[in-house]
């Protein structure tokens, strides 16, 4: 089945978590919770911050090295969103539980893929920030993230942005960058051949994608602009129809 | 530590030495908590309330002195009015009383003639003197030794034979389609055939203890190191290539002693492959584990020596001949050297607005432990034109595209520098 | 980690209340299950099952592996289940908490021990290549009855399944991609549904025991006991689980056993329904797609 | 009311307008939950919600549901005694957090004679006196300048339910009819069902009636009107049925 | 290699020489070991497994502590001596099968014991198997009982257990089949069988395992031999703990 680039998302199903998410793009689908802020072991608590847990599950098999690598750049980059210092002595817990994968023609019946793992960031971090925003957690920035791969042969270059897995194994660069709602870059993740050209037009297209300039909070009626596959609309528009249907009541 | 901030005027250096030998803390009126601790954060608000609002202010001012201590050499005005109550700490006491602003009293010098210098004596853009060392292991098939400052890396490669019986969805068909038709079968990447293992608890920090289970550090490595010998192409999957040619009955002479053009042949078939097992083991760690790991597979790659294999079809197995001078080197693709650079923000709180910042590339424990933001950058400059093979940052804001710019800058400089001690 | 909250002494004593006049808090009957719902994901072997806000979701994989040395003529299937944080932040990821060694046990014993999945069948070349199929069981919410609604997703999941296609000449066993081969379908020997009973002390009659099927997560807090009947629509009991608590009357007890078959009967029409829905699904799909391909040309 | 207040759709970081804000010449500005103030004078959402302002109290605050419940001082909540210690309950507001400390005397006509005992699960109805990021929060059942217990104290019988933070908040509104559209209560009221109910903003409602039939579904009837989110006609309907089944 | 039943049907008489409804050899010991609050020994045919109590003693050690309890803790370990099967092999301690067993021993005496008369306390039950030969958890269970008994703790009546099984192989739906009492491991490899305990004479089924598969026509009768057994192993189970009674009384009155 052709995988939608169109995201999706399902927000605050899963009724014993503080907060919850499913986000599916690009034939991914990972279910993400969150539980806080809550009671930490002693001997993990920070005295000044929150602790923060994140937990990467794979759809098969056990988790391993891959999983832990994903976790540690997840963990690094949800510490600068979340307002940790407003929860000394707390606990966090980020579970992302990936539940699909797009079809891998080769490995179709392998259990662990064997690279590529960074195809999954993207879904990982959106889905991690969504479950964050259903669990009304606090937080300094919301963050949006982008893959873009680049397709170069010789002489011609080609960006795709949110690329099938086809095109990002088969492409001569593959960049996966987050920003914040600021257009501040928290995440970059590049790989392949590229040039220092290359990658600054990356950056300044994922820039684009992620944040756009007039969004103020003002700024309504998104005239004129064409909001496909900018992801911060996405999740405006996605956490704004929750927030409208929670607070129905809500004159 | 508002009030470091207050009183950083009185970081004096001595005359003949640049290198602070000790620092002391005078406090100037007012009586010292104690037990002497970090202050929290709620202290900290009333410490720097108090130093705003009141004359008997808590200031805690800063003096270096020479090694020879002599504490009236630079006497700042306002320690010299209270100079009864100094309390004095050495160098490494303060650094571990209070980190954040012992770098940045280190990196925002006072005196405009002074250059931002780091705790460990370096520019924040210089890196440490590597040391390499090959071949010292006789048993593995290519071996390193990589010192940079005092981290220390050892990375033994061993070559192991897989049959392609022995592979479970191994089809002749698959391996004949190059990958360059499209999403292509990499049989480098499909069959593990590179398995890096990092090994960290050998008590090369007090952080890891010895005989525990692979910490997350080392298995985040591992997947570093493991993606980025795949995604650049370093390897020439020919040369873990194992083909055997059937004898050519109609021509008994042939036999196969010359295996140049054995793949041009139809009836040539892949009877096996070398799989590399890259063991990463770190004798001592002070910092920056990933440039020097990275450094140590690159150098050990480049010594290995693959003994000639092939397959005996009357025992059915793979021998590999002793002699030396059939054995392979690998070819590699290209040359590429990882530099990592933290960023040490002025603020010690990660939401702080403070665009104060340096980046301090090649860094050590020390600053490590005080920097959120990291970058990592790959590049060969094995030819011409710079290609980099992998950026990664993740942790913080600060780096964007100039800083990025910058760094790549840094990581040329350094390849050059690697390179001739690779190469030679 | 900070451990399972247990319910206040106001929910325990209402709850005994209600029991006392045939009421359950969600005011179903005693015999009452929760709605089932059950869906499949755009790939083969994922299944996804909801018993009220129970939600369990099945992901069933395959590969080539050599089989163990004292079994070559059979293929291995494991089943695995991890509570994660996702469910309760009380459960650890390092260490299996009592309620998942049950819940494993259980399945192994329905699916594996019962020959289910008939492993001999996943035999490529004796000894030496067989399929491995593994189901990873994720609970992605926990609101009671875990062990029915996984075995329904874990079956489901197994019946939807479809592995590559092979096929061995002498030691050589090609396994084809899906895009050279349609996949071929697990060979299921029958399928053995669970049917859990919780059991709690009359406090009405002396003795006397109250069932409750399908229980939420609070009234499993409370039970003093609890069976677990695995039996096919053949009425081939598989298992039966009534691992201590509150002793039952042994022709009450049999009593559940028929309560079972007639259930799992039920479970066993709606898992077919809903598989040929979405076989239909798929056909249309595939039909589209070939449409498509055909007017790209 | 509506003519005061304002609503906007925020994400966390968002920058708000400041002719967004409320300007009130004398009184300072107010910030409510789910906004913080970075210094020298940025203020920004840190949840996704609306953003409220009230010109007349100079106030603005985001309005959002979901989440967790973290202890705010002046809340009304009920907890759950887990232990006690020589002269403090030990109780949980919110599951799997730092327990809240009770003190054993700060209940009615409480001495340390006659204090209550409550036993490991016993529900109790307190007011937040201290809650602070770096402490674990503190509750009371008496009200410290009356010395009564004004409704605070130990809930005996009935059933508590989950609802939804939002839903706690909407049924404690001064005027829930009006400001938070709902008349499940009063609608009840006005079919003639009688009932006791406590509500905490911790998520929970304690209901109490004659019949144990009565009191689920009362209590179903406010996690329905929550969880379907139930218009007010809808609501009217419910109240109607549920009275008919009592 | 299926197990040859076919001589059964004939002689109506087992390999081992019993009749359907015959019990092995059950000898029990009380108070086998000093040092122990309760203890016991029991053989059931060649199964044979050693239980020590301690406890009800105070709930000590990290994680033990359950606030608000206000009744016992039962906890049972179950080691499995290397020795004890045909080959040896080494359960490891998360050996999930012997964790389920532990379980239910401890859930099933969770019901039956006063517990609430002990708050805050431990009792801790531990199992040694010096030898099997089938209804190991129902040996285990036998010797919990007893040596409960020695250890004194108030409980409501004995939990006795069997295992009972069916001559009829699981697809066969033989009318002609036979419900078995009391297998080995021999039977136990080749036929369906399940463990039942009961509640001294009552008819109440405490625990009840089945791991087998069988059509559902058997259970009622392989239910109705095993219920009956366990009243069998509670007779001898009593005439253990009063002859052990008797014994005592005597020398108290010395």
Redesign the interface.
């Known amino acids: 089945m052709v995988a939608s680039k169109e995201p999706s998302v399902l927000l605050s199903h899963l009724h014993r978590a503080d907060g919850s998410a499913t986000f599916s793009q690009n034939g991914y689908t990972v279910i993400g919770a969150v539980n806080g802020p809550i009671e930490v072991p002693r001997r993990h608590e920070l005295?000044?911050e929150a602790v923060i847990e994140v937990l990467v599950r794979p759809a098969a098999g056990v988790g391993?090295?891959?999983e832990?690598?994903l976790?540690?750049?997840l963990h690094?980059?949800l510490?600068?969103i979340i307002?940790?210092?407003n929860f000394p002595r707390h606990l966090i817990q980020v579970t992302l539980q990936i539940t699909n994968t797009p079809e891998n023609?080769?490995?179709g019946?392998?259990v662990v893929q064997?690279?590529s793992?960074?195809a999954i960031l993207p879904a990982l971090l959106q889905t991690a920030v969504l479950a964050l925003l259903s669990a009304s957690m606090p937080l300094?920035t919301i963050l949006t993230s982008v893959s873009i791969a680049i397709h170069a042969d010789g002489k011609s270059r080609k960006l795709i942005t949110h690329p099938s897995l086809?095109e990002f194994?088969?492409a001569s660069s593959v960049h996966i960058m987050a920003f914040?709602s600021h257009g501040?870059?928290?995440?970059?993740?590049?790989?392949?051949?590229?040039?220092?050209e290359?990658?600054?037009e990356v950056?300044?297209t994922v820039k684009a994608l992620c944040h756009a300039e007039h969004n103020r909070i003002d700024d309504n009626a998104m005239q004129g602009v064409d909001g496909k596959g900018n992801m911060l609309e996405f999740v405006k528009s996605a956490m704004g129809e929750k927030v409208a249907q929670d607070l129905h009541w809500h004159t | 530590m508002a009030a470091w901030v207050e009183r950083k005027q009185s970081l004096v250096y001595g005359s003949d030495d640049w290198l602070p030998r000790k620092l002391v803390l005078v406090r100037a009126g007012g009586t010292c908590p104690a037990p002497f601790q970090r202050p929290?954060?709620?202290q900290k608000a009333s410490v720097a309330a108090t130093a705003s609002s009141s004359t008997r202010a808590l200031n805690f001012t800063l003096h270096i002195t020479s090694h020879h201590g002599i504490k009236s050499q630079s006497p700042s005005p306002m320690a010299s009015t209270t100079p009864q109550s100094a309390l004095s700490f050495p160098r490494e006491t303060f650094a571990k009383l209070s980190p954040h602003p012992y770098l940045r009293a280190h990196l925002q010098p006072t005196s405009a003639t002074a250059t931002p210098t780091r705790a460990n004596g370096r520019s924040p853009s210089q890196f440490r003197t590597p040391h390499i060392n090959n071949g010292s292991l006789t048993h593995a098939d290519g071996s390193a030794v990589v010192r940079i400052g005092d981290t220390t890396v050892v990375c033994g490669i061993r070559g192991e034979i897989l049959l392609t019986?022995k592979v479970?969805?191994w089809?002749a068909d698959?391996a004949a389609a190059e990958p360059s038709s499209?999403?292509?079968?990499n049989e480098i990447?499909?069959l593990?055939l590179l398995v890096p293992n990092i090994e960290l608890a050998t008590g090369c920090s007090p952080a890891f203890m010895p005989v525990i289970p692979?910490s997350?550090?080392a298995?985040?490595l591992?997947?570093?190191i493991?993606?980025?010998l795949?995604?650049?192409?370093l390897l020439d999957r020919e040369d873990l290539r194992i083909w055997y040619q059937p004898p050519d009955l109609s021509d008994p002479d042939r036999m196969d002693d010359d295996s140049e053009d054995d793949e041009e042949t139809s009836a040539s078939e892949i009877k096996a492959f070398w799989a590399l097992y890259i063991d990463i083991l770190f004798i001592s760690l002070d910092g920056n584990p990933f440039d020097a790991a990275w450094a140590a597979v690159m150098s050990a790659l480049k010594n290995v020596r693959l003994p000639k294999a092939y397959w005996d079809p009357d025992r059915e197995m793979i021998l590999c001949d002793d002699s030396v001078d059939k054995s392979k080197k690998l070819s590699l693709n290209g040359l590429p050297v990882a530099i990592t650079a933290l960023v040490f923000k002025a603020k010690e709180?990660?939401?702080s607005?403070d665009k104060k910042y340096w980046i301090l590339v090649d860094p050590d424990t020390f600053e490590e432990s005080l920097c959120?933001e990291s970058?990592t950058v790959v590049v060969d400059c094995s030819e011409k034109?710079?290609?980099?093979?992998?950026?990664?940052?993740?942790?913080?804001?600060i780096?964007?595209?100039e800083e990025?710019?910058d760094i790549?800058k840094l990581a040329e400089q350094r390849s050059t520098e690697l390179s001739s001690i690779l190469n030679g | 980690m900070p451990r399972e909250v247990e319910p206040s002494v106001n929910e325990r004593q209402f709850f005994e209340k209600a029991l006392a006049e045939n009421l359950r808090l969600d005011g179903r009957a005693f015999d009452q299950f929760r709605d089932l719902e059950l869906s499949f994901g755009d790939e083969f072997g994922v299944a996804d099952v909801r018993l009220g806000k129970t939600r369990i979701h099945t992901n069933i994989s395959a590969?080539?592996?050599?089989p163990y040395p004292d079994k070559p003529f059979d293929g291995l299937f494991t089943i695995t289940t991890e509570l994660s944080p996702m469910t309760s932040p009380h459960y650890e990821t390092s260490r299996p908490s009592d309620p998942e060694i049950l819940l494993s046990r259980i399945l192994e014993k329905n699916l594996r021990r019962s020959q289910a999945l008939d492993t001999e069948s996943l035999c490529l070349i004796a000894g030496h290549?067989v399929w491995s199929v593994r189901a990873d069981v994720h609970i992605l919410s926990h609101d009671g009855n875990l062990i029915d609604a996984s075995c329904i997703s874990v079956l489901a999941a197994l019946q939807h399944f479809r592995k590559p296609d092979t096929s061995s000449e002498g030691?050589?066993v090609?396994?084809y991609t899906l895009e050279e081969r349609d996949p071929v379908p697990l060979s299921l020997l029958h399928f053995p549904y669970c049917v859990t009973f919780s059991f709690y002390p009359s406090t009405v009659e002396e003795g006397e025991t109250v069932i409750l099927l399908d229980s939420t997560l609070l009234e499993e807090q409370l039970r003093e006991g609890s069976a677990t009947i695995g039996i096919n629509k053949d009425g081939e009991l598989c298992q039966i689980a009534k691992l201590g608590g509150i002793s039952v009357d042994a022709v009450a007890f049999l009593g559940c056993v028929q309560v079972a078959l007639a259930r799992v009967k039920e479970i066993s029409t709606f898992v077919i329904k809903r598989l040929a829905e979405d076989a239909k699904k798929r056909d249309k799909g595939d039909l589209m797609a070939e449409l498509r391909a055909e007017n790209d040309r | 009311m509506a003519s005061t207040r304002t609503s906007t759709f925020v994400l966390p970081g968002d920058r708000l307008d400041p002719a967004s804000l409320p300007s009130h010449p004398t009184l300072p500005l107010k910030l409510g939950p789910g906004l913080r103030h970075?210094p020298p004078n940025?203020i920004t959402p840190t949840v996704a919600g609306q953003l409220c302002t009230d010109k007349r109290k100079n106030a603005v605050w985001v309005e959002f549901n979901g989440g967790r419940y973290i202890p705010t001082t002046g809340d009304l909540v009920i907890a759950t005694i887990q232990n006690s210690a020589v002269d403090i309950f030990y109780a949980s507001v919110s599951d799997y957090a730092p327990k809240a400390t009770l003190p054993q005397l700060s209940f009615e006509g409480a001495t340390k004679k006659t204090r209550p005992q409550l036993s490991f699960g016993a529900l109790v109805y307190a007011r937040v006196t201290h809650a602070n990021k770096?402490m674990d929060p503190e509750l009371e059942c008496v009200s410290q300048s009356t010395g009564k217990s004004e409704g605070l104290g130990p809930l005996t019988g009935g059933m508590v339910f989950d609802i939804s933070l939002g839903m706690a908040r909407r049924l404690m509104l001064p005027k829930p009819v009006e400001q938070g559209a709902l008349v499940i209560l009063d609608e009840l009221g006005g079919q003639g069902v009688a009932f006791e109910i406590a509500v905490g903003r911790n998520g929970k409602v304690w209901v109490n009636s004659n019949s144990v039939k009565g009191t689920i579904a009362i209590g179903r009837a406010i996690q329905e009107t929550d969880e379907k989110a139930l218009k007010i006609e809808e609501q009217r309907k419910l109240a109607k049925k549920v009275a008919r089944e009592i | 290699m299926p197990l040859d039943t076919s001589t059964y049907s004939l002689a109506l008489l087992r390999l081992d020489g019993r009749r359907w409804n015959e019990l092995r050899r059950l000898t029990a010991q009380i108070s086998t070991q000093v040092a122990a609050d309760g203890s016991s020994y029991l053989e059931m045919g060649n199964t044979k497994v050693m239980c020590t109590v301690a406890g009800p003693s105070e709930a000590k050690g990290a994680g033990g502590v359950r606030l608000g309890n206000d009744r016992a803790d039962i906890r049972v370990s179950i080691s499995i001596a290397g020795f004890s099967g045909v080959d040896r092999k080494k359960s490891g301690r998360n050996d999930k099968r012997l964790m389920e067993m532990q379980h239910t021993i401890a859930s099933a005496f969770a019901q039956n014991l006063f517990t609430k008369l002990y708050p805050h306390s431990t009792i801790s039950l531990s199992i040694h198997v010096l030898s099997q030969d089938g209804s190991l958890l129902a040996a285990c269970i036998n010797a919990c009982t007893i040596a409960l008994i020695d250890a004194g703790v108030p409980m409501h009546d004995y939990i006795c257990a069997c295992t009972a099984g069916s001559t009829s192989s699981y697809s066969s739906n033989d009318e002609t089949a036979d419900p078995l009492l009391d297998l080995n491991t021999m039977e136990e490899q080749e036929l369906p069988f399940l463990t039942v305990a009961t509640m001294g004479e009552s008819d109440s089924v405490s625990v009840l395992i089945m791991e087998t598969k069988v059509q559902v026509g058997r259970l009622e009768g392989m239910l109705a031999v095993g219920v009956d057994g366990c009243k069998q192993v509670r007779a001898i189970l009593d005439g253990v703990a009063r002859a052990r009674g008797t014994k005592m009384l005597e020398g108290s009155r010395m």
């Open positions: 005295p000044e391993g090295t891959r832990r690598h976790e540690s750049i690094s980059t510490r600068q307002l940790v210092h023609k080769n490995t019946s392998k064997a690279g793992h960074l300094a086809k194994e088969s914040t501040e870059p928290l995440v970059v993740e590049s790989q392949g051949t590229f040039t220092l290359d990658w600054e950056f300044e | 929290t954060k709620k019986s479970p969805g089809r698959k499209g999403a292509g079968y990447k499909e593990d692979p997350t550090l298995q985040d591992s997947t570093k493991y993606s980025l795949h995604s650049t192409n709180q990660a939401q607005k959120d970058v034109k710079t290609r980099i093979l992998s950026i990664t940052k993740s942790g913080g804001t780096v964007g595209r990025m710019k790549v | 590969e080539v592996t050599t290549k030691e050589n090609t396994v | 970075i940025t770096h």
